[in-house]
C-alpha cells in the first residue's frame, strides 16, 4: 500500500449519505488505501466488499464487550 493510514470505523455512515459505507469503499479502493468497516455499519460486510473495486483491502472491527 502506497499510504500507512487506514479509512477508521465509522457507524452509521447512511445517515451522511446514502451509499455510506459503500461509498467510503469506493473511495479506499482508487486511493489504495485500507477501509476499516464498523460492526455498526449501515451496509452488510459482503455489499461493500461487493462495492469496492477489485484489490480493495477491508477490514472489520470486532468488538466485544467484558465484565
Same mark, same amino acid.
Given at each position: 500500500?502506497?499510504?500507512?493510514?487506514?479509512?477508521?470505523?465509522?457507524?452509521?455512515?447512511?445517515?451522511?449519505?446514502?451509499?455510506?459505507?459503500?461509498?467510503? *469503499? &469506493?473511495? @479506499?479502493?482508487?486511493?489504495?488505501?485500507?477501509?476499516?468497516?464498523? !460492526?455498526?455499519? /449501515?451496509?452488510?460486510?459482503?455489499?461493500? *466488499? &461487493?462495492? @469496492?473495486?477489485?484489490?480493495?483491502?477491508?477490514?472489520?472491527?470486532? !468488538?466485544?464487550? /467484558?465484565?
Amino acid at each position: 500500500m502506497p499510504y500507512p493510514m487506514g479509512l477508521a470505523p465509522s457507524a452509521f455512515q447512511c445517515m451522511a449519505h446514502p451509499d455510506g459505507e459503500k461509498a467510503v *469503499a &469506493r473511495a @479506499a479502493g482508487r486511493t489504495e488505501t485500507v477501509m476499516v468497516c464498523s !460492526t455498526m455499519s /449501515t451496509f452488510s460486510m459482503e455489499d461493500i *466488499a &461487493r462495492s @469496492a473495486p477489485k484489490g480493495t483491502v477491508l477490514w472489520f472491527q470486532v !468488538t466485544s464487550e /467484558t465484565n
